[in-house]
């Protein structure tokens, strides 16, 4: 588990360095979290100043709870208590609260802490919750807090003392994903469980922090009362088109327009402002200038509101100061435990008939139906919502999160993973907040149900200059795709593209296959959409003989007959409808796509009606697409058959990549979910140690010597040859001991890619050799401008396939995998595939599978095959030192030699580089 920052985008290394701070001096640990009721609670270190607030919570206990946690009867929290569970050295004794903002007040509402067992690497754990906040999933949050707290302090267990009436106490141990060992004794239960992460922990973790963001979400686009604060009459104005709109769209709550200077605002009492209305109220819609933002959020606070839509633009966007300010008012919101969406976003809508909630200043009404839609642009959202009414497309639940401050994606695909409403999920994106929590929730909810996704800026980055060949193949869209690749996110290029895919996705079967079935009544047609489906990944087969003699039977001898199915100009809609029967029910047809172009003498609404009684009697595991090449489109008659909606799409390409998207997405949600390599503890200590004491002192970035490396892979179980690093002089004594033939390799200041200087010497075959090599090479680096400092001499591995193997970290996504052909051509050919870690076996082998070079491990020409199993492990477990070493920020192997199948895959040259984690920013 990670403390949760905020949505807003935040540096990665940036993030760590906050996080690893707070994991070496835990009296500095705070997180924001959300619970399991949608409710945002602080979950912070205790401290000296602590002892009225912790005094106030011990007061609030029932005498129950006392008896519970202090296993007998206690009246008060003595002057001696209060400084022993305040005054903790955050050592042997770490102590955590969870608060909420009462009034402005902080208050206690959960108290966790543990004490460390003298002379042992394990901790007593206790817990105190008001009872009036038990059940909220408080305990097993703090749980999991300190957990990552006493493991970072050497910590391997944890065990609490619990009376057998317990039960709830009981719960949490049970239900935290450890294994958890019981043993009784007097109507005591003794539970002990050791800390390390299980995979059963990772998915109770996952699965608690879903369920309290899709609460979280449910209650915001759920509301029984709805006030708009900078309400107006004019319907120009944005606070006057949302409750315009609220008013419109039957909102089946309570309205309240917010409006110092007005007694009455659209036919409903208006109030000067929220804490004078009478009722609670559930969400707020702030549409106010930016200045006066944070008063009204102060209201909103005071008045118990439930959650907060801030439309106001001004904020993050536009300078440091409004940036300061959309923190302050977002971590007020979260301390008074309530949800944000925006700033400077456009609404939020709910089409669910209980609610009809159009909180947005869109012009014009969404109809309800199965796809909820997220923008990250207001001006796009009120196109995209403009656009699935004029594609037919029902909305379930629309969000603008605008700046993101609170409210993201990753907040509404937990909550849309569970919707019933909706069936699909279309995502705008411009920039990804938290990239790491996306990539744990995304591929969870599309196994349920298809993301589609734009993702605006693919060349904004550009290419960054680089000192490795990692970085130099490596670029922002590069990391996007490898997350959406991961995660099973259908990504598009434009915002069509994604009406296209989601309008498929959103009334049709997924396809069983790649096998396209084409009806036209033109060739040109017929052979754009063949093209554009071989270019998409699908097939169009030959069909069976039966299907062939039944369509010979009635269409003209100059008819098409190899797939396409060109019926010629003259096609009836008797002709249309027998060849879609006959061509859907072909046993090697997966898919249907039936084009029409009009000629002159046919009318378009018999030939709809044809294409929907043809469709009707199609396998319904089958999906049937149809494109109408005309300027008035399909005949709405189309949708009126047994079958029910038939896509339709204005020309062949948009289709063949709708279905190509469906297609991939089926294939995704088939595939296994795959396993990670994971690192015991003694790997994570000697990593750390390394890390730690390479960049003792260092104000900068640098460059690990070969010992240092060799350390790091050594502790992943990375094979490499046997190699000696010596000074010049001494390298006829190393020679011998590394054994013949070696390579000598420069060690020189300035030097990146040796073979560009001439700093390898191969095939040394005796210590005279070496020695020679040696004074070559000084003889080249003295040419190049620089000093032989060191030689690397290692024994040589000869043949075998050379692969590349490296990372690279970006600001934003973290680090960056790349597998690839290698070598000193490997820029220049480009043969790579990316993942983010962790990489699981599934994903290494697909990275694989996407190489050009591939076709060389199953042994090219009469060429030996290579290793794959040993590269996948190999790739697996690099994923793993980049995810235990967040100051990695290079890492080349290249070239990796892929030996044959058995034989494993050698690292023959590497790089590393690491860097002092950025401070973090107060």
């Given at each position: ?22 994991l070496a001096d835990p009296s500095l640990y705070q997180s924001e979290e959300i619970l ?740 070559t090479l000084q003889e080249r680096m003295s040419a190049a401008g620089t000093e032989l ?134």
């Open positions: 588990m990670t403390p949760n920052p905020s949505s807003e985008s935040v540096p990665r290394d940036e993030a760590e360095a906050k996080e690893r701070a707070m399991r009721d949608g409710r945002s609670i602080l979950v912070r270190a205790i401290h000296p100043e602590d002892k009225d607030r912790l005094r106030e919570h011990f007061q609030g206990l029932s005498n129950e709870s006392i008896y519970f946690r202090f296993m007998g009867i206690k009246r008060e929290l003595s002057d001696a208590d209060l400084k022993r569970l305040t005054e903790v050295d955050f050592h042997d004794h770490v102590g955590l609260v969870a608060t909420l903002s009462d009034g402005g007040r902080e208050r206690f509402i959960g108290v966790g802490r543990y004490i460390r067992k003298p002379g042992k690497a394990r901790a007593e754990v206790a817990f105190a919750v008001l009872d009036e906040h038990q059940g909220r999933g408080i305990g097993s949050l703090l749980l999991e807090h300190l957990r990552r707290i006493a493991q970072a302090g050497g910590i391997d267990g944890f065990e609490a003392e619990v009376l057998s009436n317990n039960q709830r106490m009981l719960e949490v141990f049970a239900q935290s994903g450890f294994k958890v060992a019981r043993s009784f004794d007097s109507g005591t239960v003794h539970v002990y469980f050791p800390i390390g992460e299980t995979p059963e922990f990772r998915a109770m973790s996952l699965a608690r922090e879903r369920a309290a963001a899709a609460r979280s979400i449910a209650r915001l686009l759920g509301p029984r009362s709805v006030a708009v604060i900078g309400a107006s009459r004019a319907a120009d104005k944005i606070g006057g088109a949302i409750l315009a709109n609220l008013i419109r769209d039957g909102f089946t709550g309570a309205i309240f327009p917010i409006n110092p200077n007005a007694a009455e605002i659209q036919g409903l009492r208006a109030y000067p402002n929220v804490s004078a209305v009478e009722q609670k109220i559930d969400l707020a819609v702030v549409c106010l200038p930016a200045a006066t933002v944070e008063a009204a959020v102060e209201d909103c606070i005071h008045a118990q509101v439930g959650n907060l839509v801030v439309i106001t633009s001004g904020f993050a966007e536009v300078s440091d100061e409004g940036r300061q300010l959309e923190r302050r008012i977002c971590s007020a919101v979260r301390a008074a435990g309530m949800r944000m969406v925006g700033p400077n976003c456009m609404g939020v809508m709910n089409t669910d008939p209980a609610v009809s909630l159009n909180a947005t200043f869109a012009p014009v009404p969404a109809a309800q139906g199965n796809v909820a839609m997220f923008s990250q642009s207001g001006a796009l959202g009120i196109s995209m919502l403009d656009y699935a009414r004029a594609r037919n497309l029902g909305i379930s639940s629309f969000i603008s999160a605008g700046n993101r401050a609170d409210v993201s994606s990753n907040d509404c695909l937990a909550y849309w993973a569970q919707d019933r409403a909706t069936a699909v999920i279309g995502l705008y994106l411009e920039s990804f907040g938290n990239p790491v929590k996306f990539a744990r929730i995304a591929p969870a909810v599309a196994r349920l149900k298809p993301i589609v996704a734009v993702k605006a800026g693919r060349t904004a980055a550009g290419k960054r200059a680089a000192s490795s060949h990692s970085a130099a193949l490596a670029n922002l869209d590069v990391a996007v795709e490898a997350l959406f690749e991961q995660a099973g996110v259908i990504r598009t290029n434009t915002l069509q593209e994604l009406f296209d895919v989601v309008a498929l996705l959103a009334s049709s079967p997924l396809p069983p296959g790649p096998r396209v079935g084409v009806i036209t009544n033109a060739g040109g047609p017929g052979i754009l959409l063949a093209d554009a489906c071989e270019a998409h990944g699908l097939t169009l087969p030959k069909l069976t003989d039966g299907t062939l003699a039944g369509l010979h039977a009635y269409l003209p001898v100059r008819a098409g007959f190899t797939n396409p199915i060109d019926m010629t100009a003259g096609a009836s809609p008797d002709d249309y409808a027998r060849t879609i029967e006959l061509v859907g029910a072909d046993s090697n047809v997966d898919a249907l796509v039936v084009i029409y172009i009009p000629p002159m003498l046919t009318r378009p609404g018999e030939i709809a009606d044809a294409i929907a009684r043809g469709a009707a009697a199609v396998p319904a595991a089958k999906p049937v697409l149809s494109v109408f090449l005309s300027s008035q489109g399909a005949p709405a008659r189309i949708q009126c058959g047994a079958r029910g909606t038939i896509r339709t799409y204005e020309f062949p390409e948009n289709a063949a990549l709708a279905l190509a998207a469906a297609w991939r997405y089926a294939r995704f949600k088939d595939r296994p979910q795959g396993a990670v390599e994971t690192l015991d503890a003694p790997a994570l200590a000697t990593i750390r140690e390394a890390v730690n004491r390479a960049l003792e002192g260092a104000g900068a970035p640098r460059w690990l010597s070969h010992g240092e490396i060799t350390t790091l892979l050594g502790a992943v179980d990375v094979e490499a040859p046997v190699a000696e690093e010596v000074a010049p002089a001494d390298v006829r004594a190393a020679a011998a001991r590394v054994g013949f033939p070696l390579v000598a390799k420069a060690i020189a200041p300035g030097i990146v890619h040796k073979t560009e200087v001439g700093g390898v010497v191969m095939n040394i075959k005796s210590a005279d050799e070496a020695e020679q090599a040696a004074r400092e060191r030689v690397l001499l290692q024994r040589q591995v000869n043949g075998g396939i050379e692969m590349l193997v490296g990372m690279t970290s970006d600001p934003t996504f973290g680090p960056l995998l790349v597998c690839g052909m290698g070598g000193i051509n490997a820029e220049l050919q480009k043969d790579v595939a990316f993942r983010l870690p962790p990489v699981t076996d599934f994903d290494a082998a697909q990275m694989l599978t996407e190489l050009r070079i591939s076709r060389l491990f199953d042994g090219y020409r009469g060429a030996p095959p290579g290793d794959r199993d040993a590269l996948i492990r190999l790739i697996m477990r690099i994923s793993a030192l980049a995810e235990a070493v967040p100051e990695l920020s290079e890492l080349d192997l290249n070239p990796v030699k892929l030996l044959a199948p058995g034989e494993g895959a050698i690292v023959i040259d590497a790089r590393m580089r690491v860097k002092p984690l950025a401070p973090a920013r107060g």
